[in-house]
């Protein structure tokens, strides 16, 4: 079982930034390493289904972004700390929601994906007023 715990979301202004932040543990794998893991952060505003927003390749050489946040979100982790991050510029109120960390294991080292994560986190709120 993968644990994953988001933080840094919180209420700011349109325009404002943020940095979520994701811890990753493994509490019944033997020797966890964050590195086996593609990881990749969804939202959900209310009334809305969740959706991704970013994705990060195992040893995060390569990213890919909802076409929505290209240019203004950056996604990063650290395996040595086991965490993954996703920076958000010039925030909007549409971007009001819970976000989530997840985690997918079994991916080759490249892929990015997108969709069917293993392992989910609680979710951060991120609330923007205008």
């Known amino acids: 079982q993968v644990q994953l715990v988001e933080s840094g979301g919180r209420s700011v202004q349109a325009g404002g930034s943020l940095r979520l932040s994701c811890a990753a543990s493994g509490r019944t794998f033997h020797n966890f390493a964050m590195e086996w893991f593609a990881m990749g952060w969804f939202r959900q505003a209310p009334g809305k289904e969740r959706e991704f927003v970013a994705a990060?390749?195992?040893?995060?050489?390569?990213?890919y972004y909802t076409d929505s946040v290209k240019g203004r979100f950056t996604v990063s982790r650290d395996n040595a700390k086991n965490t993954a991050d996703l920076q958000m510029n010039g925030l909007q109120p549409d971007h009001t929601a819970v976000h989530y960390c997840a985690a997918k294991q079994r991916v080759g080292l490249t892929e990015i994906p997108v969709s069917d994560y293993d392992y989910w986190g609680q979710g951060t709120q991120v609330t923007v007023s205008s």
């Open positions: 990060i390749s195992r040893i995060g050489d390569r990213t």
